[in-house]
């Protein structure tokens, strides 16, 4: 079982819909960074998080220490946010991440 | 040019060949690092530099040699590789570390195919 589970998978979207992905982790961690990628391969950190609630534009994280478990949302979606969201925790040594597999997401028109 | 580069961006070599990868930071960044991302996999960690000091080294094998000339320079020296070492080859830089965790900051990748 990997450290980092991301929930769903895949999720298919309209555009203007809300939009909750989710990541839980089995490990202590010192924060939880949440990052997307854009077909092609380039990878932009979106949040990084250890308390609470971030917003920034239409992204929100949000997590929950005692739970091990964190959410992004994305309010009105649009086809821009197509991308795979990946979430990934540091743990001990500082530098070093454990990622999740990702969450595919597709937004349509 | 900003942020973190790489180049290649494609690469396609033979089990026999010799190539390097290589990484700039333009960010004043003293950490550097190496990911690997197989399909349907998630991201590994393969490499981390510290003010040009291998700090870790994730079990990678010997095929693989990184080299950090200085903070703002990273490679990753390819031999003898596999077919399963195909996959896309990421750098990422960040503040250094001092026991506190930063931002990474990713390059675009290095996509590679090995015959």
């Known amino acids: 079982k990997n450290e980092v589970e991301q929930s769903p998978q895949n999720l298919t979207a309209q555009e203007g819909e809300f939009i909750t992905i989710n990541c839980s982790y089995s490990v202590g961690i010192s924060a939880l960074h949440w990052l997307q990628q854009h077909p092609g391969g380039g990878i932009v950190s979106l949040f990084m998080?250890?308390?609470g609630k971030k917003k920034h534009g239409r992204l929100i994280a949000t997590i929950n220490i005692q739970e091990k478990h964190s959410s992004l949302h994305i309010t009105a979606s649009h086809p821009r946010d197509s991308a795979v969201y990946i979430c990934?925790?540091?743990?001990?040594?500082?530098?070093?991440?454990?990622f999740g597999t990702g969450t595919r997401l597709q937004v349509t028109l | 040019e900003t942020g973190v580069t790489q180049t290649p961006r494609h690469l396609v070599m033979g089990m026999t060949n010799k190539k390097s990868l290589k990484c700039e930071q333009h960010?004043?960044?003293?950490?550097m690092y190496w990911y690997k991302q197989s399909a349907k996999k998630p991201l590994e960690l393969m490499f981390v530099?510290?003010?040009?000091?291998?700090?870790e080294n994730n079990s990678v094998p010997s095929r693989f040699s990184p080299e950090c000339p200085n903070s703002s320079h990273l490679f990753l020296h390819l031999h003898t590789l596999q077919p399963e070492d195909s996959a896309l080859y990421l750098c990422a830089s960040s503040h250094g570390l001092a026991g506190d965790t930063y931002e990474q900051y990713f390059g675009p990748g290095t996509r590679l195919t090995v015959t």
């Open positions: 960010l004043g960044h003293n950490a």
């Open positions: 990934a925790v540091s743990t001990g040594t500082a530098s070093k991440l454990t």
């Open positions: 998080l250890s308390s």
């Open positions: 530099y510290n003010f040009k000091e291998q700090t």
